[in-house]
């Protein structure tokens, strides 16, 4: 075939972005696994999905016991809020979900959100990398293909925003994935969240995934999965400790405790506790360090004291030995 008719089949001639007209010899194992991909987002996250590996480079994600958890989660509720520890795999979840729905459900209008537009951008990144990665069958052909946005022959399509712009907003959005939400400005998230949550839930069909590390008690990650525990919403509450990533053991704790500097960083970042608002570990340690400057005040200002009234007795002594000195005519 001349090249520039085989790059037609192809989105600005990249292979591996199809067309949506694109034709493919279809073998009995590409039929089998992509129906087995469309029905199980574990299958299509292990057989397909990629990530890349300090050591080993890229290579095929081996789900840990927690991230499986976390995708059955996301596949049997609608709205999910996970709690987790530092670097346990939440935004490649996110990525993976995101890509599940995109690929095998039609018409979804995914909105993917986070604290900064550069944040969002970066796992949208995520998201393209791995769409590129699959192999062409299993994708829904692309119509187009941003930066920002990127739009499928099934209808769906997936875009990134940030909680102060107006993307997500109105009806046009049924699957909402915001990551790090605890670290959204509250008066942001409040606004966003009035605007666009009773449009999400009025559909039956819409999903919303959240995420986060804890950051305090004052904002809206806390009320839901606090009231997602307590079963007083209709949202599923799941969490990822740190221990439950392979090779994450105490000896590792000690280091990244030393690494980090104080347990209460520690803790903060990966102990999933939800710390007072105003009781943060900076804090803590701040006021540690002040109390502990307090006390050396103390103690040098009665050294000052001492020094004060040694001072004042050898004053007065030379004083009077001056005087002596000035009666008895000798000076
Ligand atoms: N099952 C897995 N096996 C091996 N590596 C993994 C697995 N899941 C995620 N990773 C790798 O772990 C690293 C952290 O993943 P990711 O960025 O998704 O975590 P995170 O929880 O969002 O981190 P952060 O708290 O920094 O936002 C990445 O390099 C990712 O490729
Ligand atoms: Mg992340």
């Not at 085989?6 to 972005?17: A, H, M, P, V």
């Not at 307590?230 to 000896?251: F, L, M, Q, S, Y």
């Not at 009665?302 to 020094?307: A, R």
Request: glycine share 6%.
């Amino acid at each position: 075939m001349p090249k520039k008719q085989e790059d037609d089949k192809f989105y600005l001639g990249n292979k591996n972005l199809p067309r949506p007209d694109q034709e493919f010899e279809w073998t009995p194992k590409m039929v089998r696994d992509l129906k087995k991909c469309r029905q199980n987002i574990l299958y299509f996250a292990e057989n397909y999905f990629y990530i890349v590996n300090l050591d080993r480079g890229k290579e095929k994600i081996k789900l840990h016991a927690c991230q499986k958890r976390t995708l059955r989660d996301l596949r049997d509720n609608r709205f999910v809020t996970l709690l987790a520890s530092r670097q346990v795999g939440k935004t490649t979840m996110m990525t993976i979900y995101c890509l599940w729905i995109a690929i095998f459900q039609e018409d979804q209008r995914i909105l993917i959100v986070a604290n900064k537009e550069q944040t969002a951008i970066n796992i949208f990144k995520r998201v393209r990398l791995a769409y590129e990665s699959l192999p062409n069958f299993l994708k829904a052909g692309v119509v187009e293909y941003g930066k920002t946005a990127m739009t499928l022959a099934n209808g769906s399509s997936v875009g990134i925003s940030t909680t102060s712009s107006d993307a997500g907003r109105g009806d046009s959005c049924n699957v909402l994935i915001l990551d790090e939400l605890a670290f959204i400005d509250n008066h942001l998230v409040q606004d966003f969240w009035k605007s666009v949550f009773p449009i999400i839930s009025s559909s039956k069909k819409s999903k919303i995934f959240i995420a986060s590390t804890p950051n305090g008690t004052d904002n809206l990650f806390y009320e839901l999965y606090s009231n997602a525990v307590k079963g007083v919403n209709n949202w599923k509450a799941t969490r990822i400790d740190w221990h439950e990533i392979p090779g994450r053991d105490e000896k590792w704790k000690d280091d990244t405790i030393k690494a980090l500097g104080s347990v209460e960083a520690f803790n903060q970042e990966f102990g999933n506790q939800f710390l007072q608002t105003g009781e943060s570990a900076i804090d803590d340690e701040l006021f540690d360090k002040l109390k502990l400057s307090a006390k050396d005040c103390d103690n040098l200002q009665n050294q000052l004291l001492g020094l004060k009234h040694l001072a004042e007795l050898r004053f007065e002594r030379l004083f009077s030995t001056f005087e002596d000195c000035v009666h008895k005519g000798e000076l």
